[in-house]
């Protein structure tokens, strides 16, 4: 992952609290593939899942499957961009089928790999930010109320 990704992911949600800005730092350094949300949310000092889930929930951002789906999606096509890699090698390498990353990315962003490589990564990225303003909490709605926007 780009090493200014955390920054432009908190730039661009808001204000967040201090936990949720830990859960999605270390969803974006795990490239979305953390081991379980369980492990995670004992990372940051939650108690179990369910406490990591009301934490994404009230903070206005997706649930930890598909916030970390969509960070995988990023890795992914970043690393086309960057390299060329194709989805398929990219799971080849993780010892995963292919058709799984396939599914992924088809139930994380709605379009086909293809869809999503030649969109690219800024699409990814600002897609990502849209989907959390969508997802607000009506206790946040007026911190998210601004347009998408990665300036600080």
């Known amino acids: 992952m780009h090493p200014f990704l955390p920054d432009l992911l908190h730039c661009g949600l ?3 609290s201090p936990a949720a800005q830990a859960v999605v730092t270390a969803i ?3 490239g979305g593939a953390f081991v379980s949300s ?3 949310a004992r990372k940051v000092g939650l108690r179990d899942r369910y406490a990591l ?3 994404l929930q009230n903070e206005g951002l997706p649930t930890y ?3 970390s789906g969509w960070i995988r999606v990023l890795g992914w096509v970043l690393d086309w961009e960057k390299n060329g890699v194709a989805l398929s090698s990219s799971a080849l390498r993780s010892g995963k089928n292919a ?3 396939a599914r992924t990315v088809r139930r994380v962003t709605g ?3 293809t869809e999503v490589r030649q969109r690219g990564s800024t699409w990814v990225l600002l897609e990502l930010i849209h989907r959390c303003r969508l997802d607000t909490h009506p206790a946040r709605s007026t911190a998210r109320a601004a347009p998408a926007s990665l300036a600080c």
Do not use: H, N, P
Request: zero cysteines.
């Open 99 to 101: 058709g799984i990353y």
């Open 53 to 55: 889930d009301r934490l």
């Open 14 to 16: 808001g204000r967040l």
């Open 111 to 113: 379009l086909s790999w």
């Open 28 to 30: 974006v350094t795990a």
């Open 65 to 67: 499957k598909q916030f």
């Open 38 to 40: 369980s492990a995670l």
